[in-house]
């Protein structure tokens, strides 16, 4: 594992050629049913089977979406932030899920950019949905080939004003059922740029709620008796409230979760042990975390009174845990969110998941992921 993330005194991050921004201030997802409509498919079937494949042409919310951006016209809107996406593992800003019904998806998300010259920086734009940009409130970009999980990118240019500019994204979607819902800004320049998270929050929670998302691990890997123990890396400061839920498939959300348990990550330990994995079935299962850090001698003034925030900051994580026959295998993000759970990073890496009769070689890296929400 790389080492721990850190943020720097003004809770800023670096951006330098070929690095992308990830630190966001976010506002919630909104979600809207779109069916667009009703009409016949399209014949484009060879009548030969393909595993399974038929192909059926642009399904009529798609097609629905595309008449309404010929003509529509996006303004800027007022958002409250209720979660930061922080840099991580990934270097999309990704919140790729399931949706069982053709749905239309957008999030809005702000933040400061200070470039290191005083020049125009270039940046490589990539999404499947769209994506527009403004910066110190005027429109500077609009980008919506809204290909289904299909990448497309192209190359803008936005004017950054020496101080520092405030960049809002709009991203959306159309969710037919999977999507994959992210965007990208490389930055093409020469000179670096710094990212600034336009919130009143202590660097200092940023950077240990980072170090905490980034270096927990179950104990065992595997766990053939029910007990299940998360070890950090490094024992934190304070007292760290965490906690666990394991939902059922996209499938069975009806379901209640398959386990939800809270514990305390005491001052100076670096050991957790969580009650109620015994009861899972066998099977592997994604686990998702919530750190949550409680500075009760914090005296900055809280720009998002509804949000909770306050002196409390959460950083969501996820796990890959697996419950008797099966082997584990870790997962991460550095993600936190003001206030408690919320919609939240994790990173997918390639894993494989072998029988506990026989014994992995090596154990896969961690190497490349999806941002998904946990919700």
């Known amino acids: 594992m790389s080492a721990p993330l850190t943020a720097s005194s003004a809770a800023g991050f670096s951006v330098t050629r070929g690095s992308s921004v990830t630190a966001w201030a976010m506002g919630p997802v909104h979600q809207a049913y779109y069916p667009g409509t009703p009409a016949l498919a399209e014949d484009r079937v060879q009548y030969r089977f393909i595993n399974g494949f038929v192909d059926v042409g642009d399904l009529p919310c798609r097609v629905a979406l595309w008449d309404e951006i010929k003509t529509r016209e996006v303004t800027l809107e007022p958002f409250e932030v209720e979660a930061l996406n922080l840099p991580g593992f990934n270097r999309r800003v990704e919140f790729s899920s399931f949706w069982h019904r053709p749905t239309r998806l957008k999030r809005w998300l702000k933040t400061r950019l200070v470039p290191w010259l005083a020049e ?16 110190d409130g005027e429109k500077a970009v609009s980008f919506e080939p809204f290909r289904r999980n299909k990448e497309s990118s192209t190359e803008i240019e936005l004017n950054l004003r020496p101080e520092g500019s405030e960049v809002i994204v709009l991203t959306e979607e159309l969710a037919e059922r999977d999507a994959i819902w992210f965007f990208e800004l490389t930055l093409l320049s020469d000179a670096a740029i710094t990212a600034v998270l336009p919130v009143d ?5 940023i950077a240990a709620l980072m170090e905490l998302a980034t270096s927990v691990r179950p104990e065992p890997f595997h766990s053939t008796t029910g007990e299940l123990t998360l070890v950090f890396a490094h024992a934190p400061d304070v007292d760290v409230s965490v906690t666990a839920l394991i939902q059922p498939s996209v499938h069975m959300r009806d379901k209640p979760p398959l386990l939800q348990s809270t514990g305390v990550l005491r001052k100076g330990e670096t050991c957790l042990s969580l009650p109620g994995a015994g009861a899972l079935p066998d099977a592997y299962h994604p686990l998702d975390l919530t750190l949550r850090l409680d500075r009760h001698g914090w005296s900055g003034t809280s720009p998002l ?15 890959l845990i697996a419950s008797r026959r099966c082997w584990s295998f870790w997962q991460t993000t550095a993600k936190c969110a003001p206030g408690g759970p919320s919609p939240c990073r994790r990173l997918e890496g390639p894993w494989m998941i072998p029988s506990a009769r026989s014994s992995p070689t090596r154990w896969p890296p961690l190497t490349s992921g999806a941002i998904v929400p946990t919700s």
């Open 120 to 135: 125009p920086c270039r940046f490589r734009l990539a999404t499947c949905g769209g994506v527009t940009i403004w910066v």
């Open 201 to 205: 929050v202590a660097s200092a929670d």
């Open 305 to 319: 009174p509804r949000t909770g925030w306050k002196s409390s900051t959460g950083a969501p994580c996820r796990l």
